[in-house]
């Protein structure tokens, strides 16, 4: 009788948890979703098969599927990831005390994200959103809500510095910002087309003394 009472709980727990009961997770989580923000950035959204990530995450589809959902929920988590990681250059920018060290610090901040040795070249921001089939819109307008909220950041801080005197009044702090983040979208295409980091650095050095001048 107690036999039978032990395998239907064991059984019960089966279905309800949809897991083996005491079986270990045999890969770490979050290494998993480090090597999943490569593929991402690497080969965008929809160039990204299940295939490459799960070979690349070192576990298998149900795996995947039960920790981190279906592939538009691990890219939401993957891009949160890089948003802490590599592309957190953008939240410390907008700290820097004067609106030019905000604009050199957001510049260099892509540089460096962008072309870092051990990592693909270029934004996951830009490369996740070649996305051309209707199955990839989702993801498309994600990061272009991504990006602008970026951009609103830095508008918001410029604003600031035209009410602290840093800015002068007549400086279009909406334009500022777009045309920032024009050059740092322009500074990542060309980073992914493996422009050396030492030419990208050129063209901020010319930005920012146009912008003393």
Not at 88 to 94: G, L, N
Request: net charge negative.
């Amino acid at each position: 009788m107690f036999g039978s009472v032990h395998i239907w709980y064991i059984e019960h727990m089966r279905a309800s948890t949809g897991a083996t009961v005491g079986r270990p997770r045999e890969f770490d989580p979050d290494q998993a979703l480090d090597r999943a923000v490569e593929v991402f950035w690497r080969q965008g959204y929809e160039a990204a098969s299940l295939n490459d990530l799960t070979i690349a995450m070192g576990i298998n589809k149900p795996s995947l599927y039960a920790v981190f959902g279906n592939k538009e929920k691990l890219f939401r988590r993957a891009l949160e990831r890089y948003t802490e990681g590599p592309g957190s250059y953008s939240a410390r920018a907008i700290e820097e005390p004067t609106a030019e060290e905000v604009v050199q610090a957001f510049l260099l901040g892509t540089i460096d994200a962008t072309t870092r040795p051990q990592s693909p070249h270029g934004c996951l921001g830009v490369q996740g959103a070649l996305a051309a089939s209707d199955d990839g819109r989702v993801i498309h307008d994600l990061l272009t809500a991504w990006r602008d909220g970026a951009r609103v950041s830095l508008e918001t801080r410029f604003r600031r510095a035209i009410e602290e005197g840093d800015l002068d009044r007549g400086v279009d702090p909406a334009r500022l910002a777009r045309y920032v983040m024009t050059l740092s979208y322009g500074l990542a295409v060309q980073a992914a087309s493996d422009v050396p980091a030492d030419e990208l650095l050129g063209v901020v050095e010319q930005t920012m003394l146009h912008w003393r001048s």
